[in-house]
């Protein structure tokens, strides 16, 4: 029971922080929104037993992510005066049809499937924590893991190649 | 999940703690009106030389480019540390040539001048 | 217990937030923090599927969504700061070069 209070209160936290990011002006008001609702979905994964990943979230996503975003916008200095007044209303209700009708199908999809898979609640002891993660990921997942080991170097140099000049 | 819930009540306690310091000082602090003289830009007594937010150098982008990537790796290390006994040497290698590639990074940006600071 | 057409709806409903902003929005950095919502949301179905399934496995692949994420984000943040070195704009519609 207290697990349901706990989802709905921060399943509405996370949609209300949604909204509200993609709909400011300011980029970094945007980004401390968006931090608020990956904080909050980090809050649901402890709920849905997904302790290291709950961690994960909040260190790269809230910690570094989003960290990254703000400083770009120091970066580039943005302000309103360069930002600007981006109204185009025919896009906008474009975009508020597509998605309803994709909110739509979601839902139609969902709705038309039985969706049982299941233990819920009967999970073997350890579930979700780093240790049954490190046990999987240095097992099974050793190829994928050396695969993002790889991803990660090319976007070092990716990143450094693209930014790194020393601009005049 | 129940460990969380010391996490839990922090957060209740800290939300409430800011929410009433705030609520408090709007209800009960004196009012009073913004003026002109108020909003202005002060800066020890004197008019203040720069608009403030100026352009950071690109440099910091680098360092922070690092910061990302080298917390992307703790991350993936940690599980390793907790499963040690149990991944054995299969793991050990995993690991090894994981931090192995990434250390290529590091060269990479050491000689390009990345960590120089200039 | 949560169940699993909560969790999906709530998924699904992060994911088309992060498709209405990223149409809607012409700011190139709230339109990559879109896709980053986007992410999140496939994030949660993995991780809700993890649970009900009683596997791991989706964990995993939740974990690596994020790694690619981070990784994402430094290149297309350098590409940002590259494009707004050049043309001194972050809005979209002003970044028209290659259109015909």
């Given amino acids: 029971m207290a697990e349901q209070i706990l989802f709905y209160l921060f399943a509405v936290i996370a949609i209300i922080s949604a ?47 989003l960290m990254l975003f703000v400083f770009v916008i120091m970066l580039l200095n943005l302000r309103t005066g360069i930002i600007g007044q981006f109204r185009n209303l025919g896009l906008k209700f474009m975009g508020l049809v597509l998605t309803v009708i994709i909110l739509r199908q979601f839902y139609t999809a969902f709705k038309g499937t039985s969706l049982i898979l299941g233990n819920a609640g009967g999970l073997e002891p350890g579930f ?20 993002i080991s790889i991803l990660l170097l090319v976007a070092i140099v990716g990143a450094l190649v693209l930014a790194g000049k020393e601009s005049s | 999940m129940h460990n969380f819930l010391a996490i839990l009540l922090t957060l209740v306690i800290t939300a409430i703690t800011v929410g009433g310091a705030l609520l408090l000082s709007a209800l009960i602090g004196p009012k009073s009106k913004m003026t002109r003289e108020k909003e202005r830009p002060f800066e020890c ?38 499963s040690f006994g149990t991944v054995g040497r299969y793991g050990f290698a995993g ?4 931090i192995l590639i990434l250390t290529f990074g590091l060269i990479y940006e050491w000689l390009r001048g990345g960590l120089e600071w200039h | 217990m949560i169940s699993l057409h909560q969790l999906l709806l709530l998924s699904a409903v992060l994911f088309v937030i992060g498709i209405a902003g990223f149409i809607t929005r012409r700011n190139i950095i709230i339109m990559f923090m879109s896709v980053e919502l986007m992410l999140n949301a496939a994030n ?16 995993l692949i939740a974990l690596f969504v994020m790694a690619l994420a981070a990784a994402e984000v430094a290149v297309g943040l350098a590409i940002i700061i590259t494009v707004f070195r050049n043309k001194q704009t972050v809005n979209v519609d002003e970044l028209n070069i290659l259109k015909w």
Wanted: with cysteine.
């Fill in chain 1, 19 to 65: 909204l509200s990011a993609v709909t400011r002006k300011n980029p970094v008001v945007s980004a401390v929104w968006l931090v608020s609702c990956m904080c909050s979905l980090a809050v649901i994964y402890v709920l849905l037993e997904a302790y290291f990943l709950a961690a994960v979230q909040v260190i790269v996503y809230a910690g570094a992510v």
């Fill in chain 1, 128 to 147: 979700g924590e780093a240790r049954a993660v490190g046990e999987l990921l240095f097992t099974r997942y050793v190829y994928p893991l050396e695969l």
């Fill in chain 2, 45 to 82: 007594g004197n008019v203040p030389f720069e608009e403030p937010g100026k352009q950071f150098p690109i440099h910091f982008y680098v360092v922070a480019i690092l910061f990302i990537v080298f917390d992307i790796e703790v991350i993936f290390l940690y599980p390793w540390i907790s």
């Fill in chain 2, 95 to 98: 690991a090894m040539f994981f």
């Fill in chain 3, 44 to 59: 949660l179905a993995l991780i809700s599927f993890a649970n009900h399934s009683g596997s791991m496995d989706a964990q």
